[in-house]
C-alpha cells in the first residue's frame, strides 16, 4: 500500500498525555466529536423526560408527582419549551453534525484532524456553556420560558407576559445566541476542512454521501445561524434596553399598556423562520448522509444514483432558504405570496422523491445484511416518508388554515424531523461504535431495540394525524374540560402508554452502549466489510488518525459487488487489479 508522508505538517500536533488535554480541553476531533456525542445523550434524556411529564399531564391532568407536584397549564407550555428546544438545537443540531461530522469526516476524506482544532475545541465548549445556560432557565424565579421554541413576539419581548417570561425567558435568548456562536464556529471548520484537507485523489464526486451532507450541513448553519443570533439580540434589546424591533404600537398587557411602539411581531417570524427551515434541514441531512453510507454498505451495493444524491441534496439545501412563509400561513400574508411559498415548499418533494427512490433502489436486489445499523437506516428512511407525506397537505395554504396549530403539525414534524434524524443518530451510533471505541455493541439487544422504538414510534405519532383533523390543538394542555376532546380522550391515553414503553425501551440502548464500551467483543478494523476510510485504520484510530502518513484514494466511495474484483468490496485506497472506477 503505498501512502504519501502527511503534506499538513502543519497540522500535525503531538498526542497530549495528560488527562485534561486528552479527555477535556482535547484538540482532537474524535475526542471533541465523542464529546458532542455524550453532551446529546444527556440532553436527550431531559428531553425525553420532559416529553413523559407532558404526556401524563395531558391524560392525567390531576396527577401528583414525586417532587414536581401538579402540573399547571403554565408549566405544561414550559416543558413544552424547553422540551422543543432542547431535542431540536442540543439533540438534532448536536449528535449528527457536530457529533458524528467531528469524529468521522477527518477520517472519510483522509486528514489528519480538523482544519482549526483549537476552534473546534472552543466551538464545543461554547455549546456546552449554552447548554448549561439552558438548564439554568429552570432554576431561576419564575422558571423556564412558556414561548415555545419558536419564540414569538410579542409573548416572548414582553418580561411580564406571563411566569417565565422574566429571567428564564432572558436566558433562553441568551442560550440560544450563544450555540449560535458555536455552530457558526463550527460551520467554518466543517467547510474549510472538507475544501483544503481531503487526502491526494479524493475528489468531490469521491466523497463518501457522509461527508457530502456534513459539508451541506455547514453550509446551511452558516447562513442560518448568523440570522437567529441576530434575531436573539434584538430581542434581547427589546426586552431590556427599550427598543420596540417586535412589539406592536398599542398592545395592553394585563390592563397596563406597553410603553414601546410600533415594531413588527412578525418580523421576529420571517427572522425566526428564515433559521427555522434550513434548521430542519440541518437536523435532517447528516441522517440522510448515514442512512445512504448504511445502506450501501450493508446491502452490498453501490449507492443507486451517486451524483443524483449529491445533487439532490444540493438543491435541498438551496430550496431550504426559500420557503420559510410556509410556517407563516396564518399570519396574513398576500395570497400571492402564500401561492409562491407553497409551490417552492412542492418543489422540495422533488430531490426529497428521488433520495426516497434511490434508496430503495440501493437495497433492492441486493444481497441485504439486517444488522441493527441497518435496520436504523432503513427504519429511517420508513419515518422520512410516514413525515413527508403530510408535507404536501400542509403546504396548501388552504388546508394549513385548518391543520396548522393542531396535532397534525405535531405528527409530521415529529415524524420527519424529531424521530428520523434520532433514527439516523442510532444508524450512527450502532455502526461506528466499534471504530469508536474498539468493540462491538451487542447485537441481539440492538435489534430488541430498535422494533420496540420503531413500532412504539409509529403508535405514538400516527394516531395524532386524526387528532389533528379532528381539531385538537396544539400546545393545549387542559383537555378533560373541553367537550369536543373528549371522544379523543382514550387515543390520548394510548399515546401516553406507547411513549412510556418507548421511552422505557431506550434504557435497553444505554445499557448496550455502556456495556458494549467496556465488554463487548473486540472489533477489527473492518467489521462491516466497508470500503470508506475510516475503515482502513485501526478501532480506535491512533491519534492523528494515519500514523502521520496520509493515504491516496484511488476508488469511489461505494464499490460493492465489483465484478471480477477478489472481495465483494473495494476500499478507497486499495491498489487493486481490476480496472477502478471512479
Ligand atoms: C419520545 C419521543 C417524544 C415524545 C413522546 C414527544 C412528545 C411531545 C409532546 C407531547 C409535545 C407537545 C405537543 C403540544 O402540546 O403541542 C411535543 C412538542 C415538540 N416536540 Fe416532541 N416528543 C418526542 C420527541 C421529540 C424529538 C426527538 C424532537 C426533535 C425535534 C421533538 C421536538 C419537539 C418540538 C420542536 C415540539 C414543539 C414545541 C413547541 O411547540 O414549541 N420531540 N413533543
Ligand atoms: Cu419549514
Redesign the pocket.
Known amino acids: 500500500m503505498s501512502e504519501v508522508h502527511a503534506e499538513a505538517a502543519v497540522h500535525a500536533h503531538a498526542a497530549p498525555t495528560g488527562f485534561i488535554r486528552k479527555y477535556i480541553f482535547s484538540l482532537d476531533h474524535k475526542v471533541i466529536g465523542i464529546q458532542y456525542y455524550f453532551l446529546a445523550l444527556v440532553a436527550v434524556f431531559v428531553?425525553?423526560f420532559l416529553?413523559l411529564l407532558?404526556?401524563i399531564h395531558l391524560v392525567w391532568p390531576m396527577a401528583h408527582l414525586p417532587l414536581l407536584g401538579e402540573i399547571k397549564p403554565e408549566t405544561y407550555l414550559t416543558l413544552?419549551?424547553m422540551?422543543?428546544t432542547i431535542?431540536?438545537f442540543f439533540?438534532?443540531t448536536t449528535a449528527p453534525q457536530s457529533g458524528f461530522g467531528n469524529y468521522v469526516l477527518p477520517i472519510q476524506i483522509g486528514a489528519p484532524d480538523m482544519a482549526f482544532p483549537v476552534l473546534n475545541m472552543l466551538s464545543f465548549w461554547t455549546t456546552f456553556l449554552s447548554f448549561v445556560i439552558m438548564l439554568a432557565a429552570f432554576f431561576v424565579e419564575g422558571g423556564a420560558p412558556l414561548h415555545?421554541?419558536?419564540g414569538y413576539a410579542p409573548l416572548s419581548a414582553i418580561p411580564s407576559a406571563g411566569p417565565g417570561q422574566t429571567l428564564g425567558a432572558d436566558l433562553w435568548i441568551i442560550s440560544i445566541a450563544v450555540f449560535c456562536a458555536a455552530s457558526l464556529m463550527g460551520a467554518l471548520n466543517f467547510i474549510t476542512t472538507t475544501l483544503d484537507l481531503r487526502a491526494r485523489g479524493m475528489s468531490l464526486m469521491r466523497l463518501p454521501l457522509t461527508c457530502w451532507s456534513w459539508f451541506i450541513t455547514a453550509i446551511l448553519g452558516l447562513l442560518a445561524f448568523g440570522v437567529l443570533a441576530a434575531a436573539g439580540i434584538l430581542l434581547l434589546l427589546d426586552r431590556n434596553v427599550g427598543t420596540s424591533f417586535f412589539v406592536p404600537g398599542g398592545l395592553v398587557m394585563t390592563g397596563v399598556p406597553v410603553k414601546h411602539q410600533g415594531g413588527s411581531p412578525l418580523l421576529w417570524q420571517h427572522l425566526f423562520w428564515f433559521f427555522g427551515h434550513p434548521e430542519v434541514y440541518i437536523?435532517i441531512l447528516p441522517g440522510m448522509g448515514v442512512a445512504s453510507q448504511v445502506l450501501s454498505t450493508f446491502s452490498r451495493k453501490p449507492i443507486f444514483g451517486y451524483r443524483a444524491m449529491v445533487y439532490a441534496m444540493l438543491s435541498i439545501g438551496i430550496l431550504g432558504f426559500v420557503v420559510w412563509g410556509h410556517h407563516m400561513f396564518m399570519s396574513g400574508m398576500s395570497p400571492y405570496s402564500a401561492f409562491a411559498f407553497s409551490v417552492m415548499t412542492m418543489a422540495i418533494g422533488v430531490p426529497s422523491a428521488i433520495k426516497t427512490f434511490n434508496w430503495l433502489g440501493t437495497i433492492w436486489r441486493g444481497r441485504v445484511r439486517f444488522y441493527t445499523p441497518m435496520l436504523f437506516a432503513i427504519g429511517f428512511v420508513s419515518l422520512f416518508v410516514s413525515g413527508g407525506l403530510s408535507g404536501p397537505f400542509l403546504a396548501q395554504p388552504q388546508l394549513d388554515i385548518n391543520l396548522h396549530d393542531t396535532y397534525f403539525v405535531?405528527a409530521h414534524?415529529?415524524l420527519i424531523?424529531?424521530?428520523a434524524a434520532?433514527f439516523g443518530i442510532f444508524a450512527g451510533t450502532y455502526y461506528w461504535f466499534p471504530k469508536m471505541f474498539g468493540r462491538m455493541m451487542n447485537e441481539r439487544l440492538g435489534q430488541a431495540h430498535f422494533w420496540l422504538t420503531f413500532i412504539g414510534t409509529y403508535a405514538?405519532f400516527m394516531p395524532m394525524h386524526y387528532l389533528g383533523i379532528a381539531g385538537h390543538p396544539?400546545?393545549?394542555s387542559q383537555l378533560t374540560e373541553v367537550k369536543f376532546l373528549e371522544p379523543l380522550m382514550s387515543l390520548q391515553e394510548f399515546i401516553t402508554i406507547a411513549?412510556l414503553i418507548?421511552?422505557g425501551a431506550q434504557i435497553i440502548f444505554v445499557i448496550n452502549l455502556f456495556w458494549s464500551m467496556f465488554k463487548g467483543a473486540k472489533a477489527t478494523a473492518n467489521p462491516w466489510e466497508a470500503t470508506t476510510l475510516e475503515w482502513t485504520v485501526p478501532s480506535p484510530p491512533p491519534h492523528d488518525n494515519f500514523g502521520g502518513r496520509v493515504p491516496v484514494v484511488r476508488h469511489g466511495p461505494y464499490e460493492y459487488a465489483v465484478p471480477g474484483a477478489a472481495r465483494d468490496y473495494v476500499m478507497q485506497n486499495e491498489e487493486s487489479t481490476v480496472p477502478a472506477h471512479s
Open positions: 428531553g425525553m416529553s407532558m404526556r413544552l419549551t422540551h422543543g431535542m431540536v439533540v438534532l415555545g421554541w419558536t437536523a405535531v414534524f415529529h424531523m424529531g424521530v434520532i405514538i396544539r400546545r393545549y411513549a418507548t421511552i
